[in-house]
């Protein structure tokens, strides 16, 4: 198997602000919404405006904004915001305020913790997986089974427990502004629960230390990783605004090398650039799978000299993308009719939906590269 990032290789962020890269199967029908429209007053009890995205539909996204004053918080550590938070049943209305960048990778009295602490007690050792799972001897047939990699399994729970934070229903998690706020390590997990907001939040060096190795992924396999930034399953009515994601200061290109549903996705007014950095490459930029229908329209891709834009789009044969106005380099390009030509799994250009839930969409796509990166991503709301 070849190196691969500790991280979930296909989701991987360059240091750059993000406003919406979904992998539709990934996400509820249509409810997750990533944009730059929002006004600043009243940060931490501001709702998502009327007809801004699908979130904003039926009973609209408030989050948290009737949390009286014993449920408003201010953390500033791991063990804070898993206080904050409560149980994921209690849906009692909260708004917690992040003060500064918190490590989620610390136990309950702030002690730092490593992989090996994870590792601890439960019989995994990297250099055994390795020469159990090598594939010259293992093969690459079949999944790894056997005492290493239930070993494996029993420290990447380890770490779960401590790194993914559950959001229960009606939350607002907000940076406080002028302290570079975040979470470094963490998985914010939103998961079969209902109005959530998340902004203003640095999410940065996600990673699994215990990612799986899969020698049947691929002429040369690849190791798969369990942990994103911030997950969402089953959730609707999410908004997640001026945020950041980044690998840093864990960049793909330093990890070591081993072994040489129907869904309705509105992606729109984006800024994607694929420069590689630090090492790393970015892989596709919108992927539709499991029947999901995804609308892009008025995206702008910067592309770098060599690189082609068929790779900017992923699939499983099953999913369609409806572009318009998607410009790469500041050229309108037909995105689906560059990967359908280089794909044996081609993706259907039609869907059977039109999003109504469009204000602030952009007319073109020319002026995102710079409007964008004055008024996007973490720090910029005050």
Not at 38 to 56: E, I, N
Not at 283 to 312: C, D, F, M, T
Request: charged content about 20%; aromatic content about 6%.
């Amino acid at each position: 198997m070849v190196a691969r990032s500790h991280r979930r290789s296909l989701r991987s962020r360059r240091a750059a602000v993000v406003c919406a890269a979904v992998v539709a199967a990934g996400v509820g029908a249509g409810v997750f919404v990533m944009n730059a429209d929002a006004g600043t007053v009243d940060l931490y009890h501001q709702t998502l405006p009327a007809k801004d995205g699908r979130a904003s539909s039926g009973t609209g996204t408030t989050g948290g904004t009737k949390a009286d004053a014993a449920h408003t918080f201010t953390v500033s550590t791991r063990a804070q915001v898993v206080k904050a938070l409560g149980s994921v049943s209690d849906t009692t209305p909260r708004v917690i305020k992040v003060n500064g960048m918190i490590d989620a990778s610390t136990d309950d009295s702030g002690r730092k913790l490593t992989c090996a602490d994870y590792a601890l007690g439960t019989g995994h050792s990297l250099s055994a997986y390795l020469k159990a799972y090598d594939p010259a001897t293992y093969g690459r047939a079949k999944l790894p089974s056997g005492a290493q990699e239930t070993a494996r399994a029993v420290a990447r729970a380890e770490q779960s427990k401590n790194i993914v934070l559950e959001v229960p229903a009606n939350t607002t998690i907000v940076g406080v502004p002028g302290t570079n706020a975040g979470l470094t390590g963490a998985m914010l997990q939103i998961q079969n629960v209902d109005d959530v907001i998340v902004r203003n939040l640095t999410f940065a060096a996600t990673e699994d230390c215990f990612p799986q190795g899969d020698p049947t992924d691929g002429a040369d396999g690849n190791w798969d990783s369990a942990h994103d930034s911030v997950f969402l399953r089953g959730a609707t009515h999410v908004w997640a605004d001026h945020n950041t994601f980044t690998d840093a200061p864990h960049f793909d290109g330093a990890n070591p090398k081993y072994f040489g549903r129907e869904y309705q996705i509105h992606l729109y007014d984006n800024y994607y650039d694929v420069t590689p950095l630090n090492g790393y490459a970015p892989q596709y930029s919108i992927n539709s799978r499991a029947r999901a229908q995804v609308v892009a329209e008025n995206n702008h891709w910067r592309l770098p000299s060599g690189a082609k834009a068929a790779k900017l789009l992923s699939g499983d044969g099953t999913g369609s993308v409806k572009g318009s106005g998607d410009l790469v380099n500041g050229t309108v390009t037909d995105l689906v009719a560059a990967y359908n030509a280089a794909s044996s799994k081609d993706l259907r250009t039609t869907v059977d939906w039109t999003p109504t839930l469009t204000t602030g969409l952009e007319a073109s796509a020319g002026d995102l590269p710079t409007s964008l990166a004055t008024t996007t991503g973490a720090g910029v709301l005050k």
